[in-house]
């Protein structure tokens, strides 16, 4: 994907302001719209905030799914992460919506560690690190409060018994042409990367194969990774399978202001990790829409909109709508300043932070629970 | 690779009168000349008649090879078959060779049933077919009297676990152009084969991963493998391992006097499967050297150098180099006919494959002894 549209967004670069509507007409997706929303909300009794607000923004044939689900075809969800480092909350994102849709649905959820994928696409990045990290960043995914009956954590490297045929067969079907066009790969990606694609696809046929009948599969994930799918959905059938369904959300925003939030510029970013000095001190020092001056504020009001503290409430740490809204009038009105405001966010993830540290200390005792392996 | 040279040799296509002497300048290998041959013999008492013939005729490395194991370094083996139908008598040359360095050597032999890629290579090829032809293959090899505590077999996809991380090392380090120039790929090769290399490569650092230390590694195949390793020797240093050595050997001939024997002209080839009927009839209608008359041949003499009947004594069924000098002698004098001539050979045919099937019966019991997986 090249920079014509003022920004690059594929699976492993993300740069310039996404304009994600433009997305949605580039990737033929459909827009999550409020009848969709009235759908959901009709049959599970709620609306997760990330579709209300429309973090979750994007789908493919989400509406078959729950087709499938009202005519009693349970369906399995499928999502994972690239673990290249510790896990930042703008990861969690689609996670914690996956965790709500388990919960409302009763659904299982496949999660794909991929230390292989990691592994080919950074060079100085040894299997070693990226099969410790997936171990590292599992922990955070059942720190969440997922169903242990119910998910189903994997690395490749330890589940490639069982990945591995599903994957040769979309591997078959797919060829230099199909990956260059939709990566944009040349003569000089390995022969590992030019493959992968066939490694994060064959999740998608995974519950089928373990369930031994046709499985509708949901994709929560980042639009960023629609790519690998859109060729996915183009073969599905071909082998025999169904196509997955998507639902793409949003990238999380960086704390600087620009971009997606990003693991290799920590000081904007917040890990899982974090302390709560960390986290004091990145966001502290987080791009706002304040005025230079504590004076001009109060008597200009600051903007909301384009304010990192704002849109990390907005995107994760704030599900209630008429306090993110409450919190938006004060800027504007100069009622409170970004120091009060940063205080106020710096206090709430700390607070979530506590929990989820607290959830992954436990989550080491429980990997047994939720790792599948060959 | 292509047809300037009057023959294309690609590990997947083989077809023209092959050069053997172009292919050591092509591949830029080096003879089997008499000083190696005397080397080998000095060591282990004997040399193969393979060797004797130059049938095995071309190698990388194999003086470095018996260097290691002059200080006391055992080297491994490794050879394999793509399981894409039933053994004939061609694909068991490497083997024989391989069970007699076994036996001289005393060493370990890792051989690979590559199930992946005769399902990726051929198109209407499904992977439960090409792996039920690989258990089918194992008892061709078993059946030839490895030991088994020396020999370990394997079928890619149920070996994966243990190859992938290795063949990943592999193909981060080898890209599109590498694999393009050296197996003439293009944009509609498909993303499997692209990688399959890296699959086939791996083996060569097995030895290493499971005992923890360098192990040298010597592959005895044919020369139409070659492809895959000298990939695999460019890139072996850089990720940490010895280049594997190599010993090819020429391809045994088919029985219409033509090229290759090749399992998709099931006429002109002999499986180990056939029954002597199907030998009987093969062989009988094998293309020969003699004349178009009896009377004619008495006079003139026949041509043993163009024989199919010949070459499969001399590639196989005779050891014993002045039986087949008497033989080609007979037949310029015009002493024996094809008739006869075929007659003997239908008869050793027929004894050795019915040696062989018993030990294929046999095998069935055995294939825990040999079989590895994960």
């Not at 510790?86 to 969690?92: A, K, M, Q």
């Not at 022969?191 to 373990?210: D, H, K, N, R």
Request: glycine share 6%.
């Amino acid at each position: 994907m090249d920079a014509d549209e003022g920004y690059v967004l594929t699976p492993w670069e993300v740069s310039g302001n996404i304009d994600y509507d433009d997305l949605i007409k580039r990737f033929g997706t459909s827009r999550i719209d409020k009848t969709l929303q009235d759908r959901i909300e009709n049959i599970v009794g709620e609306v997760h905030f990330m579709l209300r607000r429309e973090i979750f923004y994007s789908h493919r044939d989400f509406n078959w799914i729950l087709d499938q689900y009202e005519k009693g075809n349970r369906f399995a969800m499928y999502t994972g992460r690239g673990p290249s480092g510790h896990t930042h909350v703008g990861h969690l994102m689609p996670w914690i919506f996956a965790k709500w849709l388990q919960d409302k649905f009763g659904v299982d959820l496949y999660f794909q560690l991929t230390d292989d994928e990691k592994f080919l696409f950074n060079f100085d990045m040894e299997l070693e690190k990226t099969h410790s990290f997936a171990l590292e960043n599992a922990l955070d995914v059942i720190a969440l409060g997922f169903d242990p009956e119910k998910t189903h954590i994997f690395i490749d490297t330890d589940y490639i018994n069982t990945i591995y045929p599903i994957a040769l067969k979309v591997a078959k079907r797919l060829n230099f042409s199909n990956v260059k066009a939709v990566f944009g790969f040349d003569n000089s990606t390995n022969v590992g990367s030019i493959f992968y694609t066939s490694i994060q696809s064959a999740p998608c046929f995974l519950p089928t194969e373990l369930e031994g009948k046709d499985v509708p599969v949901v994709i929560p994930c980042g639009i960023d990774q629609d790519p690998h799918f859109r060729l996915t959905r183009d073969i599905a059938n071909t082998i025999g399978y169904f196509k997955p369904a998507l639902l793409h959300n949003k990238l999380a925003p960086s704390l600087d202001g620009t971009g997606k939030m990003s693991a290799s510029i920590p000081k904007t970013t917040i890990f899982t990790t974090d302390t709560p000095k960390d986290v004091k001190s990145k966001l502290s020092n987080a791009f706002t829409g304040g005025c230079i001056s504590a004076k001009e504020q109060r008597e200009k009001g600051g903007n909301p909109d384009i304010c990192a503290i704002q849109n990390y409430r907005y995107f994760i740490f704030e599900e209630n709508d008429e306090e993110v809204e409450k919190i938006a009038k004060k800027c504007r009105m100069g009622d409170i300043l970004c120091g009060e405001c940063k205080a106020q966010l710096i206090e709430k993830v700390n607070a979530f932070l506590k929990k989820h540290q607290d959830g992954r200390e436990k989550a080491k005792d429980l990997l047994d629970q939720y790792i599948i392996s060959d």
